[in-house]
């Protein structure tokens, strides 16, 4: 008899093929114009004296979903070797770009957060900022992040979007004012309705579910420290970006496993 299993699989494999390749290409629409949003680029002070809090005997980085390189130009700069990767190449480009200008040596890199090019171990540590909410399966990604560092898997995360009525009403009214001071569409700045459907964090990983997923992975030690102080400042005096993209209860976080 034939194995309807088997079938059931390569369904689930296309579908999680086709998510990706859609969210490839939402990447590849907003590379250029990604770092001009608060909390995208900026602040590089305040993040290089929380990253060397953070990596103190780590040498050898590995950035996921490096985006235009916000974390692993920081790292090259504070003198660590720093690899970067990224499913959108549009992504890569820029962060290569700015490379190039600020005279860094960093290896950028195509490649899949979930799957990595990469030996057991490769690393000392992996970092990952921002990109939780995108992935399909959360607690493999962490397993594979885990998987190619010695030491430790720095993430910074939190929750960006609310089911709430009112925050959606408020949001939607920022956007409006955000589209006509700046003349740009800021409603296309998301997954269309299918991508948001597929993921099962759209809008954001609440502190507790990360905890949980670095638990079930199976980290020696975990330590969750809460960023809001960071958040508040890329939204100092961004009246609009805040009332759309803000809410000082939702979180904002850093959370290390250690091996
Ligand atoms: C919100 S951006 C964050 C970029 C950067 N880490 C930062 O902090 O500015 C998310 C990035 O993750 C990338 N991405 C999404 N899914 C990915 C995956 N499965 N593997 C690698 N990169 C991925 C996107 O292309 C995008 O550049």
Redesign the pocket.
């Known amino acids: 008899m034939y194995d309807f299993r088997k079938i059931f699989k390569l369904k689930v494999l296309r579908k999680s093929v086709e998510v990706?390749i859609k969210?490839?290409d939402y990447?590849d629409k907003r590379a250029r114009d990604?770092d001009r949003a608060p909390g995208?680029s900026g602040f590089e002070e305040e993040w290089k004296k929380f990253l060397s809090s953070k990596l103190s005997s780590e040498s050898k980085i590995l950035?996921?979903?490096?985006?235009?390189g916000?974390?692993a130009l920081l790292l090259a700069e504070l003198g660590y070797e720093v690899v970067g990767?990224?499913?959108?190449e549009e992504?890569i480009k820029v962060a290569r770009e700015k490379a190039e200008k600020r005279n860094l040596k960093v290896e950028f890199k195509l490649?899949?957060?979930?799957k990595l090019d990469f030996k057991n171990e490769e690393f000392d540590a992996v970092v990952?900022?921002?990109?939780l909410w995108?992935?399909q399966n959360l607690k493999n990604c962490i397993a594979e992040w885990k998987r190619v560092t010695k030491n430790k898997v720095l993430v910074i995360d939190g929750v960006w979007l609310s089911d709430n009525f009112v925050s959606r009403v408020k949001s939607g009214i920022a956007k409006l004012g955000i589209a006509l001071v700046e003349r740009r569409n800021v409603f296309k700045l998301q997954y269309d309705k299918d991508t948001q459907k597929a993921l099962p964090y759209y809008g954001g990983v609440p502190k507790d579910v990360a905890l949980r997923m670095f638990r079930e992975v199976g980290f020696s030690k975990i330590e969750v420290e809460d960023l809001n102080y960071l958040k508040e400042l890329f939204y100092k005096g961004r009246f609009l970006y805040k009332l759309a993209w803000y809410d000082r209860n939702w979180d904002y976080y850093s959370i290390i496993g250690v091996k």
């Open positions: 990706l969210s490839r990447w990604y995208h950035d996921v979903g490096t985006g235009t916000f974390l990767v990224d499913i959108s992504m490649g899949n957060a979930e990952s900022r921002h990109l995108t992935l």
